[in-house]
T-cell receptor, first 111, second 110 residues
Framework: KQEVTQIPAALSVPEGENLVLNCSFT??????LQWFRQDPGKGLTSLLL?????REQTSGRLNASLDKSSGRSTLYIAASQPGDSATYLC??????????FGGGTRLMVKP | NAGVTQTPKFRILKIGQSMTLQCAQD?????MYWYRQDPGMGLKLIYY???????DKGEVPNGYNVSRSTTEDFPLRLELAAPSQTSVYFC?????????FGQGTRLTVV
């Protein structure tokens, strides 16, 4: 059974800091990994998707990396802003077309 | 393009009542999913479908049922609602890679 863990569960940083969110998974036989953003009381918005054959993906100030062999992914946010405050979730697609989610990291960026 | 549409947005049920949460997508995606999210937690998979007529259990299927008669619709049925089913329910769909989510249904069972 695939299990996904995100560390830290919560993070508070001052505006302008660069930060890293971590995601680990137990079964390295994944098809892809996706990072989502969730604002309070809202649905999930896809940020980045990394295929199993890729090592990283970038979108603006966001960079996601994938090390499938070690079962890890990181989401790097450069020059954080208060508008980045949200919960960030990672999800992996494994055999059986299932998406398994981590518990999320709640990020607060203080002005 | 509406994407994934869930109805209703909010609902209060009494213990023992039944209801159907609706989910529709207009992207012709084969894969559809139902998740629940408890406060401060990640998402747990209830049921999923890889195409019309095909459904399968996820991690927490007890107390729920689904059907997939068309590509577009994937309703979730709650029979005999219990307080443990108080949660936010999300529907998602995807073609081969990126998943798209609805805005969620907040359900309270009292």
């Amino acid at each position: 059974k695939q299990e996904v863990t995100q560390i830290p569960a919560a993070l508070s940083v001052p505006e302008g800091e660069n930060l890293v969110l971590n995601c680990s998974f137990t079964d390295s036989a994944i098809y892809n990994l996706q990072w989502f953003r969730q604002d309070p009381g809202k649905g999930l918005t896809s940020l980045l998707l990394i295929q199993s054959s890729q090592r990283e993906q970038t979108s603006g100030r966001l960079n996601a990396s994938l090390d499938k062999s070690s079962g890890r992914s990181t989401l790097y946010i450069a020059a954080s802003q208060p508008g980045d405050s949200a919960t960030y979730l990672c999800a992996v697609e494994s055999a059986g077309n299932m998406l398994t989610f981590g518990g999320g990291t709640r990020l607060m960026v203080k002005p | 393009n509406a994407g994934v549409t869930q109805t209703p947005k909010f609902r209060i049920l009494k213990i023992g009542q039944s209801m159907t949460l609706q989910c529709a997508q207009d992207m012709n995606h084969n894969y559809m999913y139902w998740y629940r999210q408890d406060p401060g937690m990640g998402l747990k998979l209830i049921y999923y479908s890889v195409g019309a007529g095909i459904t399968d259990k996820g991690e927490v299927p007890n107390g729920y049922n689904v059907s997939r008669s068309t590509t577009e619709d994937f309703p979730l049925r709650l029979e005999l609602a219990a307080p443990s089913q108080t949660s936010v329910y999300f529907c998602a769909s995807r073609a081969y890679t990126e998943a798209f989510f609805g805005q969620g249904t907040r359900l309270t069972v009292v």
